[in-house]
């Protein structure tokens, strides 16, 4: 009997009621695709985390007993390093100007760390190859480089975490095939 009340009270006030004009406060919301340069911007971008991420397997072994060797391993595991930061680096330098100048912000904040860490990397690598051979003392220097590249890097980290993109790259993101993993 309750229910059948608050249905009568219902329909007798909707019989009352006017026409408001405006906009109705829920009105459908449309998503617009973003623009082709934005679109492949993000591609882009999330081309170079991609290769950043499917770099990141650059690990460093334990070196070879022989002082030789290990030396050689050290050189070439700081020379891949050094290579794909300079990848990235350059990648990332490739999109500014951006087609949305607020996104030129967000690159800065990412490359200069990186850059950062790739000179760590590369005085560690001169240190090795320029040493006749791997003494404590060369071992030290390099391992302080390195020690400082990685804080860089994690300082980078840090940063990204602050900084966002434009909303319109957020959307770009979804058409992007790059960004779709």
């Not at 050094?82 to 912000?105: C, I, K, Q």
């Not at 000179?119 to 791997?134: H, Q, Y």
């Not at 957020?170 to 779709?180: S, V």
Request: overall charge negative; charged content about 20%; aromatic content about 4%.
């Amino acid at each position: 009997m309750k229910r059948f009340a608050v249905i009568a009270l219902v329909l007798a006030t909707a019989g009352c009621a006017t026409p408001v004009a405006g906009r109705p406060v829920a009105a459908p919301v449309t998503v617009q695709a973003s623009s082709p340069e934005v679109v492949r911007w993000m591609n882009n971008f999330c081309g170079v985390a991609n290769y950043m991420i499917a770099s990141g397997g650059v690990q460093f072994d334990q070196p070879p007993p022989d002082p030789a060797a290990a030396k050689k391993a050290i050189s070439d595991a700081l020379g891949r390093v050094v290579d794909v930061l300079n990848v990235a680096v350059h990648d990332l330098e490739e999109l500014t100007p951006a087609p949305v100048a607020a996104a030129d912000a967000s690159i800065e904040v990412i490359v200069e760390p990186l850059s950062k860490a790739r000179d760590k990397f590369v005085s560690a690598k001169s240190t090795v190859d320029g040493a006749p051979e791997m003494t404590t003392d060369v071992f030290s220097s390099v391992m302080q480089n390195m020690t400082e590249a990685v804080s860089v890097m994690n300082e980078a980290v840090e940063k990204m975490s602050v900084v966002s993109l434009p909303d319109e790259f957020a959307t770009a993101a979804a058409q992007a095939e790059n960004c779709k993993k």
